[in-house]
C-alpha cells in the first residue's frame, strides 16, 4: 500500500526560527514529490522534486529530496507568522501518476 | 496557474439528499481531479479524469459519482449523502499536454456538512 508520512505533525515556534518538516514514502513507480502550503483555502504548490540530491530553494523556504533514503525536507529559516499554515507532502506515483498525500504539519509561528 | 473554481463554497443539508459540487478551470488542463480531505487524514483521492468522459475511481469511489462532459468542467455528485461524507472537497487540475512533469493545482474548496 502506499503510503506518506509526516512528521511532526505540529509544530510552535517562534519567529526567526529554523524549521525543518519531514516527509518518508512507500510508493510503488515514484515519480516525483511535491510540497504544498495550505492556509484557510487551497493548497498552494510550493516545490516539485524529481532527482536526489538536487535542492530547490524560494526565498526562505528550500526542499531536497533522498530517493535512496525515501524522504523528503523541507526547511524554512528566519520564519515568520505568515508561515503559519499546514505543510501538505504529496507523492506523485503508481500507473496514472497520481498524488498519494500525508497528513500534513500544522505549523504555527508565534511574535 | 489555473484558475480553478468551485461551487458551492458552503453547503449544509440532509442525509439522503443528492448533492452536486461543481468544478470549472480556465486554463485548458487536459486532467481534473476530485479530493476529499478530513482532520488528520490527509487529502484522499476520490475520482479522476484525463480528458472529456473518462472517468477513473480512485482510493474512496464509494458514495460518488463524476462527470467531464466538457475539457473545463468537472463535477462531482452524492447520489444519496451521509452524515460521515461531510468533509472539505477539493477539485484540482494538472497538464500533462507537455510531457513534463507539472503539478497541481487546486480550488479554494467545498466545505460540505451533511446533517
Known amino acids: 500500500e502506499d503510503k506518506v508520512v509526516q512528521s511532526p505533525l505540529s509544530l510552535v515556534v517562534h519567529e526567526g526560527d529554523t524549521v525543518t518538516l519531514n516527509c518518508s514514502y512507500e510508493v510503488t513507480n515514484f515519480r516525483s514529490l511535491l510540497w504544498y502550503k495550505q492556509e484557510k483555502k487551497a493548497p498552494t504548490f510550493l516545490f516539485m522534486l524529481?532527482?536526489?540530491?538536487i535542492e530547490k530553494k524560494s526565498g526562505r523556504l528550500s526542499s531536497i529530496l533522498d530517493k535512496k533514503e525515501l524522504f523528503s525536507i523541507l526547511n524554512i529559516t528566519a520564519t515568520q507568522t505568515g508561515d503559519s499554515a499546514i505543510y501538505l507532502c504529496a507523492v506523485e506515483a503508481g500507473w496514472a501518476n497520481n498524488l498519494f498525500f500525508g497528513t500534513g504539519t500544522r505549523l504555527t509561528v508565534i511574535p | 496557474d489555473a484558475d480553478v473554481t468551485q461551487t458551492p463554497r458552503n453547503r449544509i443539508t440532509k442525509t439522503g439528499k443528492r448533492i452536486m459540487l461543481e468544478c470549472s478551470q480556465t486554463k485548458g488542463h487536459d486532467r481534473m481531479y476530485w479530493y476529499r480531505q478530513d482532520p488528520g487524514l490527509g487529502l484522499r483521492l476520490i475520482y479522476y479524469?484525463?480528458?472529456?468522459?473518462?472517468?477513473n475511481k480512485g482510493e474512496i469511489s464509494d458514495g460518488y459519482s463524476v462527470s467531464r462532459q466538457a475539457q473545463a468542467k468537472f463535477s462531482l455528485s452524492l447520489e444519496s449523502a451521509i452524515p460521515n461524507q461531510t468533509a472539505l472537497y477539493f477539485c484540482?487540475?494538472?497538464?500533462?499536454?507537455?510531457?513534463?512533469?507539472?503539478?497541481?493545482?487546486f480550488g479554494d474548496g467545498t466545505r460540505l456538512s451533511i446533517l
Open positions: 479524469s484525463f480528458d472529456v468522459k473518462d472517468i
Open positions: 524529481t532527482s536526489s540530491g
Open positions: 484540482a487540475t494538472s497538464d500533462a499536454r507537455t510531457g513534463l512533469d507539472q503539478p497541481q493545482h
